[in-house]
């Protein structure tokens, strides 16, 4: 599957004119099913879909572990997921209550009531990052964006882990599909979230932070501001929540005890 596709296309510039071929980044539709019902719809890049599929469940809160999946099958653009029959009572809780988020339109009456509910959650992380782990994630962000740098159409996100390696990586033309991805790829590996820093390029809105809390990523950090529906969900969870990390500088909007200062160096 191709992530990119060329148009020709007609550029101008200062004055000149000319066509030049241009990658853009594509954009598809791809089908979620779990145990035989649909459950969702990505607009996202057909690229890593399974980690795709593993991803969005674990930060919706369907499963927890990868091994909740029994199986995984796809074809094409249609994602088959099936799980234990226990879990489905997940799945009707999601498909019953949803949000259209603030890129996808206005929220129903029932959005109160469900932060309300969600705010009983809690990061339990004892993990304590440095500035300069912060600072390192968003630069290996940038880094390893490569479709980003050859179309500038798509988001990225990025777990590190706090000896600086990556355990999550992916693109997407959706910021939420993107650290769906990066989660599914560290959920296939095992890795301990509460141990972990979540580093996105996209908007810090509410939806974005529930994903954090409820996979108890103790640190998200971006390269875009925050909501203020993000920060107050932030601090009454125990989230670190860090926007504007540019450059030298970043600012914290909740829990900055868990960011270790280093008092000897400037960080301007």
Do not use: W
């Amino acid at each position: 599957m191709e992530e990119l596709r060329v148009f020709k296309i007609l550029r101008l510039r200062d004055d000149s004119i000319e066509f030049i071929d241009d990658e853009v980044a594509v954009e598809q539709a791809i089908h979620l099913h779990v145990n035989k019902e649909h459950l969702t719809t990505f607009l996202a890049t057909p690229m890593k879909l399974k980690e795709l599929a593993y991803g969005h469940l674990a930060s919706e809160g369907i499963i927890r572990r990868a091994s909740d999946i029994e199986k995984l099958t796809i074809n094409r653009f249609v994602l088959n997921v099936r799980i234990p029959r226990h879990l489905m009572t997940r799945v009707r809780i999601y498909s019953m209550v949803r949000i259209r988020y603030s890129s996808c339109g206005q929220a129903p009456e029932n959005y109160v009531r469900l932060l309300d509910s969600l705010m009983k959650l809690r990061i339990s992380s004892e993990t304590k990052f440095t500035v300069k782990h912060v600072f390192k994630a968003i630069r290996l962000l940038n880094e390893k964006s490569e479709v980003f740098r050859r179309t500038g159409g798509v988001h990225a996100a990025l777990l590190m882990d706090l000896n600086y390696n990556i355990i999550g990586f992916a693109e997407d033309v959706g910021r939420h599909n993107a650290v769906d991805k990066a989660v599914g790829e560290a959920l296939l590996k095992g890795a301990d979230f509460s141990k972990l820093i979540l580093a996105c390029t996209g908007r810090l809105s509410s939806e974005m932070v529930l994903k954090a809390i409820r996979l108890n990523i103790p640190v998200l950090a971006s390269i875009a501001a925050p909501t203020d529906a993000g920060i107050s969900l932030a601090r009454k969870a125990g989230l670190t929540l860090i926007g504007f990390v540019r450059g030298r500088r970043m600012n914290i909007y909740s829990m900055p005890e868990r960011v270790v200062m280093n008092s000897c160096q400037r960080y301007s």
